[in-house]
């Protein structure tokens, strides 16, 4: 239910005031929203690259799949898995988001000399993957937390733009509306009084009466 208006000057004070701050306010909203809209083109472009790059290792690991089933006495997911996923903090347009730093592995120990060629470079690929992974996870995330943040900008805007300033502006032209109409009121009660205070004052003070009149003689 609309919130009922009280047509007095100190509302009307109170609904200009909010006006300003609701102008004020719009245009750093709008730019805000502009930079993460911005921002998320941005995020969007990394996120196709870095899943590119990490397609293009996963391609290269399916080649010699079938040779990952002879570990060699090597524990392959183990020392690809990472250990911890470095990330610094950025802020972006007043949001803190994750940036891929680096990702560091369990140490590997092995003996160069009694397990196949292979073991080195498909250690380094399945790194390699697991590296170009966390680094998509990272832009996933700086996504949704940018997009959540659009979000509430966008409908922030839409309430001061299509709401706020609106009903700010219909209830300052109802107050002054009914702030003129007394006053116009007020100018006709004050001439209706003075009309009749002049007409008062003229019958108090007005022309000498007949009997008054016939009394007097010519010198």
Known sequence: MAKKIKLTRPELKRYRDAQTRYERYLPMLKLKQQQLQMRLREVASQRREARRARDEVEAAIRRYRGVLSDRAGVPFRQWATPSEVRVSKKNIAGVEVP??????????????????????????????????????????????LLHAELVRIIQRVNLFEKIMIPQAREAIRKIRIKLGDEMTAAVGRAKITKDHLAGTLDAELGAPTATSTAGRTEP
């Open 99 to 144: 940036v891929f730093e680096e990702v560091i592995f369990p140490e590997a120990r092995y003996s160069l000399f009694a397990t196949p060629p292979w073991v080195d470079q498909t250690l380094a690929d399945l790194r390699e993957q697991s590296r170009r992974a966390a680094a998509v996870d990272v832009l996933d995330r700086q996504e949704r």
